[in-house]
């Protein structure tokens, strides 16, 4: 951020600290909800909602172009399929976020990187320096402590972290591919994946929820029916909010500052869920928490380096428009966690 004035580092401060509320908010929202309202596939369904509702009038205010303007092939090739990813991805995340606690949860989710190296290696056959894969090490060592010490530890929210963590990851490499090939905005793109979700999960959820709301008759034996609705608003508010304020940042900053800033985030969120949820912890458990996220720090300062060598070896001038792009692609899954 050399070179900025005083009021564009406060107002990306600024920015950073609506993130992390937003997120933090988002995350702790969402484990109450759960917690009273064991409907993942609802709060799925309220988030995808969401995401289509309040895009329309941000599209109008920011002048986003409100259609695809693409051949039907590449449609049916890359934006279904994609669609489906962020489903399923979403699916498993809320269900994690409703087994474990939301400190664990986003430990394990730090170890986006690891899947993210290996997945483009067999899919996309792109090779890391040695420096970017020894900074997987640290998530890795520090998920691995993390797990062996998570005191309120659940198998199928462990299962559940990795599958969706592995889920972004794929939905990283294609989205990626997607928006170089077809230029689509970032929040244009945003909607129509979670416009077809919607569509896709619709009847599951009319099968699966809304068959067990009318058996469930403890449903609401503990927290008032108003309450629940107010917190499934708010957490399909809050999602939506994050991804507004993400793209901000990543349009004011340079890509290794997005990345450090949505590291600091995971620990922002790991830290407010802990003093607000009260969810029992270690030392050492908190050590493995702080050991993975440095490793994700460490991995983006990695990745950036050799993104750089390799523009510098290229000869390619990098401009702000391809610097944001860059950002963009490199950490888009973040924006759906």
């Known amino acids: 951020m050399s070179g900025t004035s005083s009021k564009e580092i406060v107002q990306v401060i600024a ?35 969401s995401i289509t509702v309040y895009s329309g009038p941000v599209f ?13 092939s590449t449609y049916m090739k890359c ?36 899947f993210t190296v290996i997945l483009s290696r067999i899919i996309l ?33 462990l299962v559940s972290a990795l599958t969706s963590t592995v889920g972004f990851a794929v939905q990283n490499i294609y989205t990626k591919k997607v928006i170089k090939d077809t230029n689509v905005h970032y929040l244009r793109l945003l909607h129509t994946l979670a416009r077809l979700a919607l569509v896709f999960v619709a009847p599951f959820w009319l099968l699966v929820d809304v068959r067990r709301y009318s058996k469930d008759t403890t449903m609401f034996a503990q927290t008032d029916a108003f309450i629940v609705l107010l917190l499934l608003f708010l957490d399909g508010a809050l999602n939506f909010g994050q991804n507004l304020v993400a793209f901000s940042i990543l ?37 493995g928490m702080a050991l993975a996220v440095l490793g994700v720090i460490c991995y ?14 290229a000869k390619l001038p990098l401009t702000a428009s391809c610097e944001c792009n860059t950002a963009m692609l490199c950490f888009l899954p973040e924006f759906y966690i």
Not at 95 to 109: E, I, N, Q
Not at 135 to 142: A, C, D
């Open 125 to 157: 056959g792109e090779k890391q320096t040695c420096t970017v894969y020894l900074s997987l090490l640290p998530i890795i060592v520090g998920v691995m402590i993390a797990t062996l010490t998570e005191i309120s530890f659940n198998m199928v929210g």
């Open 251 to 287: 349009n004011l900053v340079s890509p290794l500052t997005y990345s450090v800033c949505n590291a600091s985030k995971r620990i922002a969120v790991i830290s407010v869920s802990l003093l607000l949820l009260h969810n029992p912890v270690t030392a050492l458990n908190v050590f």
């Open 15 to 49: 920015l950073c600290i609506t993130w992390y509320t937003i997120s933090a908010g988002n995350n702790v929202v969402g484990k109450v909800v759960l917690n009273n309202f064991p409907y993942p596939l609802t709060v799925t369904v309220v988030q995808l909602f």
């Open 60 to 72: 109008a205010l920011w002048g986003i172009r409100p259609y695809l303007d693409l051949d039907w």
């Open 79 to 114: 934006i279904v399929p994609l669609a489906f990813g962020k489903l399923f991805s979403i699916v498993t995340s809320h269900v994690s976020l409703w087994k474990v606690p939301v400190s664990y949860a986003h430990t394990v989710k730090a170890t986006m990187p690891f």
């Open 300 to 313: 983006n300062k990695a990745k950036y380096d050799a993104n750089e060598a390799q523009r510098a070896e």
